[in-house]
């Protein structure tokens, strides 16, 4: 019996290789392409939108006005001083994120080194959900339940007091409920693709496993959990409904908790409802105020692109 010969060009079997891509991978992969680029269409698109009317705006308002305080662009004369909501979405983004980096991050160690796998696969979906609820039932939930709460307990006439119809802090609870879920899961992701070797090595020294979460699988941990972090904080710098309902209108250059601000979204969404002429000064500072949060959004992605490539750890 004579050997068949399996080389190429030896008239055997076939190669393993397929000579070419299948189709439906190349279709997948173009897909996936057009995905990417359909991004990056939209994101030009939105600065195309910001930029002509922005352009208008500084046209008639000097940079010196602009980055002062006293913003009341719709007042006469108008004042267009963005540091009051600047200051005023910070303010709501600071004292939410106080609450939700700490509960979020808990719960990923919970689910990853705590919890048994049949918890992990009920707590989590349950999590989550807080991801799906319309913001504007937050909003109201901050509303109806948070502030009447909030001027009950809050100590006296502390910070000025409590006892007023919007607040920052109640609006930032409620971003701090949007937010937690995403950073949860994100960083329970993040934890859970440790290597097991790296547990199992600190367990083997005599670690604990509150040890082992902290000073092991965190570290490990870190890139993912600061873009899981930073991404919490963009989610809130853009939210929109939570902040009109519950933090009021009201601009005001402070980081007090418990007085009535307005965040660059909350204007924007109360100023562009059409009562305001096209083309005239107070509509083109909706546009300077967009894009002033569009380059804020823009900064926290950078930064988040830094840090992640900063502590990432790569496993092999």
């Given at each position: ?7 190429a ?17 190349k279709?997948?992969?173009g ?13 030009t ?17 000097s ?13 006469n004369?108008?004042?267009f ?21 700490p ?9 990853s ?29 901050a509303?109806?339940?948070?502030l009447p ?10 910070l000025?007091?409590?006892d ?20 949860a ?15 199992e ?7 604990t496993?509150?040890k ?18 930073v991404?919490?904080?963009s ?27 307005q965040?660059i ?5 109360t ?7 096209q ?19 823009l ?6 692109i ?11």
């Amino acid at each position: 019996m004579e050997a068949t010969s399996i080389g190429a060009g030896g008239g055997g079997r076939p190669p393993l290789e397929a000579p070419s891509r299948r189709w439906g991978e190349k279709a997948i992969r173009g897909l996936l392409a057009l995905c990417g680029l359909l991004s990056v269409l939209t994101t030009t698109g939105i600065v195309i939108a910001l930029i002509g009317p922005t352009i208008n705006f500084f046209g008639e308002v000097s940079f010196g006005e602009f980055f002062s305080t006293e913003w009341f662009p719709t007042f006469n004369p108008p004042q267009f001083g963005v540091f009051d909501i600047v200051l005023g979405t910070l303010n709501v983004t600071l004292w939410g994120m106080l609450f939700a980096i700490p509960i979020g991050i808990g719960a990923a160690i919970y689910l990853s080194e705590y919890a048994s796998r049949r918890v992990r696969k009920v707590v989590k979906p349950i999590l989550e959900i807080l991801a799906g609820i319309p913001t504007v039932a937050i909003g109201f939930f901050a509303v109806t339940f948070l502030l009447p709460i909030i001027s009950d307990v809050w100590p006296g006439e502390f910070l000025g007091g409590a006892d007023k119809p919007f607040m920052a802090i109640a609006a930032s609870l409620g971003l701090g409920l949007m937010v937690v879920p995403i950073i949860a899961s994100i960083s329970e992701d993040a934890m859970s693709a440790v290597p097991r070797g790296l547990r199992e090595g600190a367990y083997a020294m005599g670690a604990t496993r509150a040890k082992v979460a902290v000073r092991v699988v965190f570290p490990a941990a870190l890139s993912g959990i600061v873009a899981a972090v930073v991404l919490g904080i963009s989610r809130a710098v853009g939210e929109t409904m939570i902040v009109v309902l519950a933090a009021g209108s009201t601009p005001d250059a402070t980081l007090n908790p418990v007085h009535s601000i307005q965040a660059i979204t909350s204007f924007i969404a109360t100023t562009a409802t059409g009562d305001i002429s096209q083309g005239s000064i107070t509509y083109d500072s909706v546009f300077a105020a967009g894009t002033v949060l569009f380059l804020m959004t823009l900064a926290m992605n950078v930064i988040s692109i830094r840090l992640v490539r900063r502590f990432r750890e790569v496993y092999e």
